[in-house]
């Protein structure tokens, strides 16, 4: 791919594991960073990385960086909200809302080939079937709000200049660097140590899609840019459902953790829930796209990951 990639999110879940893939193929990488970026998950290849420190929701440095990167391709994935301890409402606005519209308009003006603007699954808030891409955008919080704007935003812009500029809208990710206070690196970390697990609400249910098939629709759409129509929006999911106890459950065989699990507190709203899936018919027809990996698959590939890179998150317990 011999093409300049920029990437914003780099240090965040998804965007690490796209800026280590690309590093792996030899693309020339740029990476859009704020003063206060944790960088665990990219350190051991920051310095074959071309680096730049902007907040994008400053509007003229947003501006001059994509001027003097000039960039082919932008994977726009940094995001605010996405963790409960992250709940700053104007905070969400500015990053996921303001900080598009900044970084869309810089590089309208200089020119691209390929934008692609990552999304949510909480854009649609709970529906009582599998979540298609026509559906109405009916959020439940903040965070699900200002990526439907994002998303809508993008959309207009690429009817209205006719534009390739592209959404996917990921469901849950998984597997390796995730974030620790997640569920499965919670349930991993916590068998390998054979510590207690608590669970609150081990009936709630989503749409776990492992990390390298998300890569893969990333790939598939920069790769086939020319022949998807302007702001196109797909979703990333499994098509399945899983339920949280039913994870706990495969780990456990996995890695043959003999406890139960604990009950912490009540069971969440998120329990009745009994749809939180993807219909991924659109993506496998644009894109000729479908998961390599079912679950089972894609738990067994995260274990071994973490089974090797344990200490990346013996280091962050201990900070």
């Known amino acids: 791919m011999n093409k300049t990639i920029l990437i914003t999110g780099a240090t965040g879940f998804v965007g690490a594991n796209l800026v280590h893939f690309l590093v792996k193929e030899k693309v020339d990488v740029h990476i859009l960073l704020r003063e206060s970026s944790n960088t665990w998950r990219i350190n051991s290849i920051l310095s074959k990385l071309n680096k730049y420190y902007c907040d994008l929701t400053d ?17 726009h994935l940094a995001i605010y909200g996405g963790y409960p301890f992250q709940s700053d409402s104007l905070k ?9 519209i900044n970084l869309l308009e ?7 080939d390929c934008f692609i603007n990552t999304g949510s699954s909480s854009e649609y808030g709970i529906k009582e079937k599998p979540m298609k891409e026509s559906d109405l955008l009916e959020p439940i919080n903040i965070y699900g709000a200002t990526k439907a704007a994002a998303t809508l935003y993008c959309y ?3 009817k209205k200049y006719n534009l390739p500029i592209f959404t996917l809208r990921l469901f849950s990710p998984y597997g390796y660097y995730e974030e620790p206070t997640r569920l499965i690196p919670y349930l991993i970390v916590s068998m390998l140590k054979n510590q207690e697990i608590k669970i609150s609400s081990p009936y709630a249910v989503r749409d776990f899609i492992f990390i390298e098939d ?3 629709a990333f790939l598939l759409t920069i790769e086939k840019k020319d ?11 499994s098509g399945y459902d899983t339920k949280v106890i039913d994870i706990f459950k495969i780990l456990k065989e996995i890695l043959d953790y003999r406890r139960e699990f604990n009950l912490e507190g009540f069971p969440r709203d998120s329990d009745v829930l009994q749809i939180w899936r993807a219909d991924i018919e659109k993506i496998q027809k ?4 479908n998961p390599k990996y079912n679950i089972e698959e894609g738990l067994v590939k995260t274990v071994e990951w973490f089974r090797e890179n344990l200490y990346l998150y013996e280091k962050r317990e201990m900070k």
């Open 59 to 75: 509007r003229e440095k947003t501006k001059r960086l994509i001027s003097e990167i000039k960039p082919n391709i932008i994977l």
């Open 227 to 237: 022949k998807i129509l302007p702001g196109t929006i797909l979703n990333v999911g």
């Open 156 to 158: 207009a812009l690429a």
């Open 92 to 100: 969400m606005v500015d990053t996921n809302y303001i900080g598009t």
């Open 214 to 216: 998300v890569i893969e």
């Open 106 to 112: 810089a590089c309208i003006e200089e020119g691209f």
């Open 286 to 289: 644009t894109l000729g796209w």
